[in-house]
């Protein structure tokens, strides 16, 4: 019996110039898929994650789509790979509702970039910021967080929790959490507040958008940032993904789920390999492959036919 498997998707920030053209080079679906983004996109999606700038990949509403493309054909290059669930960080979890049927590639692409439209627009729009939490617990990270007045938003395994508001107050708040004894507190190069209160004007968009998406019932459980846990109906998916927009990603959470639910294989799509970093300090017992180009593609098949 083959052991119980969830495919993982990347998120934002993993993005890297040349993702995708080794595979699109050796597999026909890898290129089907580029070309039919560019179509649908009716812009050169293909030439900015091939060739750049790094600059113009950065964009949030390049990135998102970008990242979702590359991680489906990462997933199109894998072939005909049995999985049980699926999980995506932030964005990641628009990929991980097309792989699992809930939603076609066409109208998650376009959903994606509208979402990292709407978010560009909110992080434009604000003066926001975000850091990295390294060795603090989440109860004194909530603490630092209340006191400063900003938002928890990636709480990715024990001890890494990454915080986001106004860049005064991250300021503030990275102070407090040297002086609670944080090993590092580190601001990041971000374009704003993502996963805080002031993705508001962006959530609302989201909404609108998602209203209008074509939905099903995923073949298998796709597991919520929001609850860390699968969505119920269509209704409440789409609410989860809403509120993803300024809620805690709570990815720790998720996979010791997912662990508890008997998961023994989970295998990373797209580009990074960030979230198969995260999982060797969440569970160090679990088989985790990667799927990022063609090297990793090479041994994560020879994984599977169990050389």
Same mark, same amino acid.
């Given at each position: 019996?083959?052991?119980?498997?969830?495919?993982?998707?990347?998120?934002?920030?993993?993005?890297?110039?040349?993702?995708?053209?080794?595979?699109?080079?050796?597999?026909?679906?890898?290129?089907?898929?580029?070309?039919?983004?560019?179509?649908?996109?009716?812009?050169?999606?293909?030439?900015?994650?091939?060739?750049?700038?790094?600059? @113009?990949?950065?964009?949030?509403?390049?990135?998102?789509?970008?990242?979702?493309?590359?991680?489906?054909?990462?997933?199109?290059?894998?072939?005909?790979?049995?999985?049980? +669930?699926?999980? =995506?960080?932030?964005?990641?979890?628009?990929?991980?509702?097309?792989?699992?049927?809930?939603?076609?590639?066409?109208?998650?692409?376009?959903?994606?970039?509208?979402?990292?439209?709407?978010?560009?627009?909110?992080? $434009?729009?604000?003066?926001?910021?975000?850091?990295?939490?390294?060795?603090?617990?989440?109860?004194?990270?909530?603490?630092?967080?209340?006191?400063?007045?900003?938002?928890?938003?990636?709480?990715?395994?024990?001890?890494?929790?990454?915080?986001?508001?106004?860049? $005064?107050?991250?300021?503030?708040?990275?102070?407090? +959490?040297?002086?609670?004894? /944080?090993?590092?507190?580190?601001?990041?190069?971000?374009?704003?507040?993502?996963?805080?209160?002031?993705?508001?004007?962006?959530?609302?968009?989201? /909404?609108?958008?998602?209203?209008?998406?074509?939905?099903?019932?995923?073949?298998?459980? @796709? @597991?919520?940032?929001?609850?860390?846990?699968?969505?119920?109906?269509?209704?409440?998916?789409?609410?989860?993904?809403?509120?993803?927009?300024?809620?805690?990603?709570?990815?720790?959470?998720?996979?010791?789920?997912?662990?508890?639910?008997?998961?023994?294989?989970?295998? $990373?799509?797209?580009?990074?390999?960030?979230?198969?970093?995260?999982?060797?300090?969440?569970?160090?017992?679990?088989?985790?492959?990667?799927?990022?180009?063609?090297?990793?593609?090479?041994?994560?098949? =020879?994984?599977?036919?169990?050389?």
């Amino acid at each position: 019996m083959s052991p119980k498997t969830a495919l993982l998707f990347a998120g934002q920030g993993s993005q890297e110039v040349g993702m995708g053209r080794d595979l699109c080079e050796r597999f026909p679906a890898c290129r089907q898929l580029f070309a039919r983004a560019d179509e649908v996109l009716g812009r050169e999606l293909t030439r900015i994650c091939f060739e750049g700038p790094s600059e @113009v990949l950065t964009q949030t509403d390049n990135a998102q789509p970008a990242i979702f493309v590359h991680s489906l054909a990462c997933l199109a290059a894998l072939g005909d790979v049995e999985f049980h +669930a699926t999980a =995506g960080l932030s964005l990641g979890e628009f990929t991980a509702l097309t792989a699992a049927g809930a939603v076609s590639f066409d109208d998650g692409l376009r959903m994606v970039q509208a979402r990292g439209r709407y978010m560009q627009e909110a992080c $434009e729009a604000t003066n926001g910021g975000m850091a990295s939490i390294i060795g603090l617990d989440e109860a004194v990270v909530a603490e630092v967080c209340r006191e400063a007045d900003v938002d928890m938003a990636n709480l990715n395994c024990p001890g890494q929790i990454v915080i986001s508001g106004e860049k $005064e107050k991250i300021g503030k708040a990275v102070e407090l +959490a040297k002086a609670r004894g /944080a090993k590092r507190a580190i601001p990041l190069q971000v374009a704003g507040a993502y996963h805080s209160r002031l993705m508001a004007s962006g959530q609302q968009k989201v /909404a609108a958008e998602l209203a209008r998406l074509p939905m099903q019932l995923p073949r298998v459980p @796709v @597991v919520s940032n929001v609850t860390a846990r699968p969505g119920g109906s269509v209704t409440e998916i789409k609410e989860l993904l809403t509120r993803q927009v300024t809620s805690s990603v709570r990815w720790a959470e998720s996979m010791q789920w997912l662990v508890g639910q008997g998961f023994t294989r989970f295998i $990373e799509l797209g580009p990074g390999g960030v979230l198969a970093g995260l999982m060797k300090r969440i569970n160090k017992d679990v088989e985790m492959l990667v799927v990022s180009d063609l090297k990793t593609w090479e041994q994560t098949r =020879g994984a599977l036919a169990g050389k």
